[in-house]
């Protein structure tokens, strides 16, 4: 299939499966977490427009989890990105976190996590983004202190194989 094929299916899905911590993010900045929903949210602190301090980027150069639970304030969700304050050590931070750069998303009260695997890079080029993430993985069944494990089903499984 060529790369500009507008029924790219594994890219469709790739952005409707985004759009599940998009929307749980803005209902929590609206209305706040309702009951015992709380969410784990796992993303490459490298990834272009990610903003964090330079000591928690120092800590975490590669990945980070924030859990958005009880402490958190200024939710702000945007089309792309979404920031938050978070308190680290005492200190109060922001962070700044485009939705591409997401790796991981699970609300561990509803059983539910999102897993985006990183695939292989594709060369870049004007129509291409560097670092995008591959097919995203969907856990149904994540455990409280794992955020993605359980029953995963790899939507990988569900393509032709002569493709």
């Known amino acids: ?3 500009d094929d507008p029924l790219d299916y ?20 609206s209305e706040g977490l309702p009951g015992d929903h709380h969410f784990y949210l796992t993303f490459r602190t490298s990834h272009p ?15 980070m ?3 958005l639970q009880h402490q ?11 920031s938050v304050t978070l308190r680290f050590g005492g200190a ?8 591409a750069a997401l790796v991981a998303f699970a609300d561990p009260a509803a059983k539910f996590g999102l897993q ?15 670092g995008e993430p591959a097919e995203p993985v969907l856990a149904t069944e994540a455990a409280a202190t794992e955020p993605v494990a359980g029953n995963v ?3 990988r499984s569900f393509r032709r194989r002569d493709e």
């Open 10 to 29: 594994a890219r469709l899905v790739r952005e409707a499966l985004r759009d599940v911590p998009r929307q749980a993010l803005r209902l929590a900045a």
């Open 116 to 130: 985006f695997a990183a695939g292989p890079q594709k060369a870049a080029g004007p129509s291409s983004v560097e």
């Open 92 to 99: 109060s931070e922001r962070v700044h976190v485009p939705f």
């Open 72 to 82: 958190y304030r200024d939710l702000a969700v945007g089309e792309d990105a979404f």
């Open 1 to 3: 299939m060529a790369e």
């Open 49 to 63: 427009g990610v903003a964090l301090s330079p000591g928690l980027h120092a800590r975490y150069p590669e990945q």
């Open 153 to 155: 089903v790899d939507i």
């Open 65 to 67: 989890t924030i859990v």
